[in-house]
C-alpha cells in the first residue's frame, strides 16, 4: 500500500521557521521525483519546490526561494521542507507528492499538514 504521510505543521509567528517532513512507504521513492505543494482558501494549488530523483537537482516557486529548502533521504525514504523567515501570505495546507519521470505527473498524495502564519 502507498502511503506518504506529512507532519511538522503548525502555528508559528511570522518571521518563525518550520519543518515539514513526509514518509514515504510502498514504491521505489527513489525512482520518483518528490515535490511539495500548498493550497490557500479560495486560492488554486501552487507547487512549492520539487527536487529530483537520482541528482538531487532542486526547483523552487518565486514566492518561497530563499527561504525554503527541499531535501530528500533515499535511505529512509523521507522528503523535508524547512521553511524560515515565514509570512502570513505562507498560510496554507502542504502536501507532499511523488512524480513520475515519464509523465511529470503527480502519482502519489500525502493527507496535507496545516502551517498557519499568525501574530
Known amino acids: 500500500q502507498v502511503q506518504l504521510v506529512e507532519s511538522g505543521g503548525g502555528l508559528v509567528q511570522p518571521g518563525g521557521s518550520l519543518r515539514l517532513s513526509c514518509a514515504a512507504s510502498g514504491f521505489t521513492f527513489s525512482s520518483y521525483a518528490m515535490s511539495w505543494y500548498r493550497q490557500a482558501p479560495g486560492k488554486e494549488r501552487e507547487l512549492v519546490a520539487t527536487?529530483?530523483?537520482?541528482?538531487?537537482?532542486?526547483i523552487y516557486a518565486d514566492s518561497v526561494k530563499g527561504r525554503f529548502t527541499i531535501s530528500r533521504d533515499n535511505i529512509k525514504n523521507a522528503v523535508f521542507l524547512q521553511m524560515n523567515s515565514l509570512k502570513p501570505e505562507d498560510t496554507a495546507v502542504y502536501y507532499c507528492a511523488a512524480r513520475r519521470v515519464r509523465t511529470q505527473i503527480a502519482a502519489y498524495w500525502g493527507q496535507g499538514t496545516q502551517v498557519t502564519v499568525s501574530s
Open positions: 527536487i529530483t530523483s537520482a541528482s538531487g537537482t532542486t
